[in-house]
């Protein structure tokens, strides 16, 4: 039903910029004949079909779900229902599942009853919406249609509504922001009421599933979760993707033939778009048993396929892409005048690299190592299938170690009693990883900002 309503104010909406244009391009005498070009006329006929139109669908499925669950209550099944208020909704929910899909199974026999009287309510109502959309489109069109003249202002009218249309996009992406922010800080909020903010930032001992009394601070310290993540993320990760990222963005920049670098670039960019859960399978069935076979030969007694040095390693090459490209880009900005005089005193192409190029990207590159760092420790499926879940305060590359990130996944899956300590913490874990993140972010943009007012 959804779908056809859209399809049908779609159809009237490109109608009406049909309609509007040709109706302007019949007053269009030459240039100064109108205020306006007849396509801009169009667009606002068009307009003024699909936002009233889609305003009203929208809002009438927002007023029409409580109509529909009174038709459906009113009905001779609905004398059955419990009257327990959640085994009630349950019973209903799972009748608008059925509605929708007659093929589904049902597990109450009620909610099969009460399956066809929904279906019913539902197209009933929706027809309601469908019709009502309609006419909104069509009066809308109407007025937008009356407005088709000489010196009407349509440009201005279509051009505001493009711009309040990407506000509408910008604050939408701000009120998301900061409607995670709120529920974070809300949620752990809870949490430190139940444990102290010092104990959980400064403690080196994580057992949430031993928590119990009121006396539970000794169980949630979460240091040996911020140990994991900056050892793996930042710090076997970045081993590899610094070294591996500048010399390939040094080789695409200063070394590579054109065709080369036409085929090569693209080619390390894909590794971006690899999914992470690929990642985590190469390291957990490749990676990490090559790391276990090592660490027997070197002596080791039962090393395990988990490891800290597997989850870095198989990161550090996932975050590749990111360190490169941002380190071609800031090497490609530095000005050919700076390359040319180097050469020209008698410097060769490495010393220019190593004595001109980099130290004049720096700000660049640092920009780039900063978002790599905030990509690989916010990253998960390869901490969860390559670097186990043990909470481990140690510098050993060969043991198991577990992040902020993976902790996360573990409290908030399985049957948990959403207001225990226990659950709560996993938001306080965000919270820490939200604030770190933003931080590298903001420091990364200043010195992009920095980097970009040098070389512009």
């Known amino acids: 039903m959804t779908m056809i309503a859209l399809l049908a104010i779609l159809a009237i909406g490109l109608a009406g910029a049909f309609v509007g244009r040709l109706r302007a391009r019949t007053l269009y005498h030459g240039r100064g004949s109108m205020h306006s070009m007849p396509g801009y006329h169009g667009w606002h006929v068009a307009l003024w079909v699909l936002v009233p139109a889609l305003i009203v669908w929208f809002g009438w499925q927002g007023v029409s779900s409580p109509l529909i669950e009174q038709q459906v209550l009113a009905s001779p099944a609905a004398a059955s229902l419990p009257a327990d208020p959640f085994e009630r909704s349950s019973v209903l929910a799972e009748a608008r599942a059925l509605a929708a899909n007659p093929g589904l199974a049902a597990f109450n026999p009620i909610s099969a009853q009460l399956a066809e009287p929904t279906r019913a309510a539902q197209h009933s109502f929706g027809f309601i919406g469908i019709v009502l959309a309609l006419l909104s489109a069509l009066a809308g069109g109407g007025y937008a249609f009356t407005r088709v003249r000489a010196a009407y202002p349509a440009r201005n009218r279509v051009e505001r509504a493009v711009m309040l249309g990407l506000l509408g996009a910008s604050l939408l992406a701000v009120i998301t922001t900061a409607g995670i922010v709120a529920s974070l800080v809300f949620e752990s909020a809870l949490f430190f009421t139940h444990v102290s903010p010092w104990a959980f930032l400064t403690g080196t001992h994580w057992s949430p599933g031993n928590a119990s009394g009121t006396d539970i601070d000794g169980a949630f310290g979460a240091v040996p979760l911020f140990w994991g993540t900056i050892f793996i993320g930042a710090i076997i990760a970045m081993a590899v993707a610094i070294p591996l990222g500048l010399m390939s963005a040094i080789y695409l920049t200063q070394y590579a033939h054109h065709q080369a670098r036409r085929w090569l670039k693209p080619a390390l960019e894909i590794l971006a778009g690899v999914p992470t859960v690929v990642y985590g399978y190469f390291a957990a069935l490749s990676v990490g048993p090559l790391i276990r076979d090592f660490a027997a030969a070197m002596g080791y007694s039962s090393p395990s396929t988990e490891s800290a040095l597997a989850a870095g390693l198989v990161m550090g090459v996932m975050i590749i892409p990111f360190v490169s490209s941002m380190a071609d880009d800031a090497l490609a900005a530095v000005p050919q005048s700076m390359r040319d005089g180097s050469l020209a005193l008698g410097a060769t192409p490495s010393e220019t690299i190593r004595k001109v190029l980099v130290p004049a990207a720096l700000p660049g590159i640092v920009a780039g190592v900063m978002l790599a760092v905030s990509r690989a ?71 992009v900002r920095r980097f970009r007012e040098a070389y512009d």
């Open 377 to 447: 420790i916010g990253e998960t499926m390869i901490v969860v299938m390559a670097a186990g879940a043990t909470a481990r305060l140690s510098a050993d590359p060969f043991a198991s170690m577990t992040t902020v990130t993976y902790q996360i996944v573990q409290l908030l899956t399985g049957d948990q009693e959403f207001d225990s300590p226990k659950t709560l913490s996993a938001f306080a874990l965000g919270l820490v990883l939200f604030v770190v993140t933003l931080i590298l972010n903001i420091v990364a943009l200043r010195v």
